[in-house]
């Protein structure tokens, strides 16, 4: 296949959006493996801002930080991703790079415990205040559960919405593929 799938696509967008030093946020940190991966884009002078409501995911990626050898380049907060602004020192304000949300539930979690559009659309509003111009926040949007469907919609139109002078975005998904298969909105900030 020569069209690239949507995970290593996301992970594209951030190997091309980040560099030794930058500053990253995971805005729903899971079992760890984007934060990680974030965390050896930026290396040892960058830093990672890792959200996740659920305490198992925040543990989960500690672990898995500490496995890695990344854990003091990183700072895991308790919390929704919409609390960036609040969490993330002011220092680093004017600094980020480069965000991703999976966004859906926790993969081995509680299938109850999702998402939400007003957070994430608050998140990535709060986001494009604080980022550095050149920001890419990377949205993959898992959308066959519960609740996705209409997450994706508000999504869809937020996104479609944004002012062309404020930011790119692109919508990258396959269409003929069945079982509701995750896209990805890449918004850019300008």
Known sequence: M??????????????????????????????????????????????VYGFDI????????KKKLTTDQVTERCTLFTAGHEQVTYRIPEK??????AAIFNLGYLPGGDKSIVTHFETTISSVEQLLDIMAPGGMIVLVIYHGHP?????????????AALSQHRAHVLQYQFINQVNEPPFILAIEKI
């Open 92 to 97: 680093h304000h004017g600094q980020i790079k």
């Open 54 to 61: 659920q305490q198992a995911a925040i543990d989960q990626t």
């Open 147 to 159: 609740g996705g469907a209409e997450e994706r919609d508000h999504l869809l139109e937020y996104a």
């Open 2 to 47: 020569k069209l690239e799938k949507i995970l290593p696509f996301a992970s594209r967008l951030l190997k091309d959006s980040l560099t030794h030093g930058d500053i990253a946020v995971d805005g729903t940190v899971g079992n760890g493996f984007d934060t990680v991966y974030l965390a050896d884009l930026v290396g040892e002078e960058g830093h």
